[in-house]
């Protein structure tokens, strides 16, 4: 049951997004979820759920995870749908009247809203997670993080550091699951019951798993020390890299492209302002 | 003549922790050549783990002097000169997954070299030549939760490698492993052994030791006895003293000459065994 969880969600396929500097992802995931904010008539919001389609295309990630991915969301979606749609206060008299019985009153400006107000919502999830997670191993990741605030070293903020703790974090994910699965049976074995009674009592049932993890993982802390001290490992000064993280030009095309997404958005929201709520 | 890579005199050792202080080791007074293969053999809490330890500079001696690569071992050693002899002694631990830093298996292998601040190329070579030397190099792109137990020692064992190290200690590392596992680790420090590299094997498994140039039997944190493996298993009353078994090969062997059987007692791996086993057939046709 432990071992569904799939943290990272690291696809490793060879796509042009994959191949993208992990520093220039994690700057061009900030500038898309920016780009999305910026639409504002209907053909902009079509042309975000365009990219975003593209993005998906481009990166060869089955569409089936990604609409996995956005399962999960489905609950708050309605949520803020409904919201939009009930509690839209129209701004001028312009406003079209769909509806209008006892104190509900639907008008077209508000369903449009909530519409836009989903699409937004599903491009950033896609945008975020087929530019980053889905597409970048986390290692690569924290190395990209690593080389970006390095600059914040200078002013010995303790950067390696932080980028060995994600790195030892994420190795150890998948070790300490499985420890939990173990020690879970051991103790199913020994007649414990995580399934039944009281909420409370099966917060308490926990208890004998989460001690035995804790200990566990103390102890793996201590060897991995030895291990990583055994190993040369004297904290960041005086090291290098096997794989050095340089900038080519299609990272800056990438750039430049997704940069480019906000100018196309203004450019349709002055030219072609429909439905603009 | 050999260099001595580590020699010990009258080497005492004891954990101290608040309240009590538990001696482990009691004059051990050694020395191990460069490019030998030497086993640490003992049973369970002998304190060859704890020896193995003081070899890679982990715990400091009680008392008693260590030197390492002529560098001798006090309270006065700097970082530096620590960090110089760490690059020449390679461990290897008992549980692979305890010892793996990152999560892809190339990235793992270059922990050390990176550690040595040596040119990205440098590293990339000596972590393809590492995966090489343990057979694993179409894994490199793998995940380590991936791996089967012997696959990740390997790893583990490539990482050591990769720092090039003169000296490679294993602590155990094949004993939370399958039967599969063990032999393609077992494989694996024998190739190492043949490559030139000082190998200092800890087991509690006599029919890994048998593999070794020389063996010293650790019981009770002393050096009950020391020489190569025929010597070892043909002393008896020692083994016994010490509890330890013979190793399979020289058990069946013995057991057939038991029975009244004209048979050379002196097989210690399963080769030799059926060498002489196979001469005693012939001799028995004969008659």
Redesign the interface.
């Known amino acids: 049951m432990l071992r569904d969880i799939t943290l990272g969600q690291y696809f490793p396929l060879d796509s042009p997004i994959h191949k993208i500097d992990p520093r220039m992802k994690l700057i061009t995931a900030i500038v898309y979820i920016v780009a999305v904010f910026f639409a504002k008539s209907a053909v902009a919001y079509g042309f975000i759920l365009l990219t975003a389609i593209l993005l998906i295309v481009f990166s060869k990630i089955p569409i089936k995870t990604i609409l996995k991915s956005l399962k999960p969301l489905i609950f708050i979606v309605i949520i803020t749908g409904i919201i939009n749609v009930f509690w839209y206060q129209p701004k001028n008299d312009s406003a079209t009247l769909l509806v209008s019985f006892w104190v509900i009153r639907i008008y077209l400006e508000g369903i449009i809203s909530a519409i836009y107000m989903l699409t937004r919502i599903a491009c950033i999830i896609i945008g975020t997670s087929v530019i980053l997670t889905y597409t970048t191993s986390p290692i690569a990741l924290t190395d990209g993080l690593e080389q970006m605030l390095a600059p914040l070293g200078k002013i010995h903020l303790p950067v390696h550091e932080f980028s060995m703790m994600m790195t030892i974090a994420m190795r150890f994910i998948p070790t300490i699951i499985e420890e939990t699965d173990k020690i879970m049976s051991a103790q199913k074995a020994r007649g414990s019951d995580f399934s039944s009674g009281s909420l409370f009592k099966r917060i308490k049932a926990l208890i004998p798993i989460l001690i035995p993890l804790f200990v566990s993982s103390f102890r793996r802390a201590d060897e991995l020390a030895i291990a990583m001290e055994c190993r040369c490992y004297r904290g960041g000064e005086g090291r290098t890299k096997m794989t050095k993280l340089k900038f080519r030009f299609t990272d800056f095309l990438w750039f430049v492209l997704v940069g480019s997404m906000i100018a196309v958005n203004i450019l349709i929201n002055t030219y072609l302002p429909f439905f603009v709520v | 003549m050999a260099n001595t890579v580590i020699k010990t005199e009258n080497l005492n050792f004891q954990y101290e922790s608040d309240d009590k202080i538990k001696p482990v080791l009691f004059d051990v007074s050694l020395d191990i050549k460069e490019g030998s293969f030497v086993c640490i053999l003992g049973r369970n809490g002998s304190g060859k783990s704890t020896l193995a ?1 003081v070899f ?1 500079l ?1 715990n400091k001696p009680t008392s008693g002097t260590i030197e390492l690569f002529g560098q001798k071992i006090d309270e006065n050693i700097t ?1 530096d000169q620590a ?1 110089e002899i ?2 020449k ?3 290897v ?1 008992q ?1 692979p ?8 298996v ?2 793992d292998v ?11 190329q440098e ?2 070579r000596r ?1 393809d030549e590492a995966l090489g030397i343990v057979g694993m190099k179409e894994f490199s ?1 793998h ?3 991936q791996l089967s137990g012997g696959q990740k020692q390997r790893v583990a064992i490539a ?2 490698i990769a ?1 090039s190290p003169d000296v490679i200690i294993f602590d155990e590392s094949t004993a939370m492993l399958d039967p599969i596992g063990r032999s393609e680790v077992m494989q694996t420090i024998l190739k190492l052994a043949k490559m030139g590299k000082t190998i200092i094997l800890i087991t509690h498994h006599m029919d890994e030791a048998v593999h070794a140039d020389r063996i010293i039997v650790l019981s009770k944190g002393r050096v009950a006895s020391d020489g190569t493996p025929q010597e070892i298993f043909s002393d008896e009353k020692m083994l016994e003293d010490t509890g330890l078994a013979l190793p399979q090969s020289k058990t069946i062997l013995n057991m057939l000459k038991e029975k009244g059987i004209e048979i050379n007692t002196d097989g210690l791996d399963p080769l030799s065994a059926a060498q002489n086993i196979s001469d005693a057939l012939k001799k028995r046709s004969r008659i």
């Open positions: 330890k890679s982990v970082e960090y760490r690059k002694i390679g461990m631990f549980n997954d305890n010892q793996m830093v990152a999560t892809i190339e990235e270059a922990f050390g070299p990176e550690n040595l601040g040596i040119e990205p590293i990339r972590v792109r995940s380590s939760s990482g050591i720092i």
